[in-house]
């Protein structure tokens, strides 16, 4: 599986951001897609994540701001992440992650995409 992450950019607090990663290749595999990210000098973070049915799971710090949603065509599976009410502490590099496989699962990353807050 193969992701490919795009949608940051430098946004004004309050404002809003839609994040999406694109998974190819396997894609049937595919057991769940979520977001992670990295503030500077923090380890990264789950934000949040979501099952191939739909399930959804937030961290506290963003529940009620962004929403994770799925969706699959063509055989590409996009998991998009709308971050609404920006604040200065989500800057950070944003990632995505999906866990594949028939069977015995994996982790695969798509490459970090940065959000910047600030006026």
């Known amino acids: 599986v193969q992701l490919q992450a795009s949608g940051g950019g430098l946004v004004q607090p309050g404002g809003s951001l839609t994040l999406s990663c694109v998974a190819t290749?396997?894609?049937?595999?595919?057991?769940?897609m979520g977001w992670y990210r990295r503030a500077p000098g923090k380890q990264r973070e789950l934000v949040a994540s979501?099952?191939?049915?739909?399930?959804?799971?937030?961290a506290d710090s963003v529940a009620g701001r962004f929403n994770i949603t799925i969706s699959r065509v063509n055989a590409k599976s996009t998991v998009s992440l709308l971050i609404n009410s920006l604040k200065p502490e989500d800057t950070a590099v944003y990632y995505c992650?999906?866990?594949?496989?028939?069977?015995?699962?994996?982790?695969?990353w798509g490459q970090g995409t940065q959000v910047t807050v600030s006026s």
């Open positions: 992650k999906t866990v594949a496989g028939w069977g015995a699962t994996r982790d695969y």
């Open positions: 979501i099952m191939s049915g739909g399930t959804s799971n937030y």
């Open positions: 290749g396997d894609t049937l595999s595919i057991k769940a």
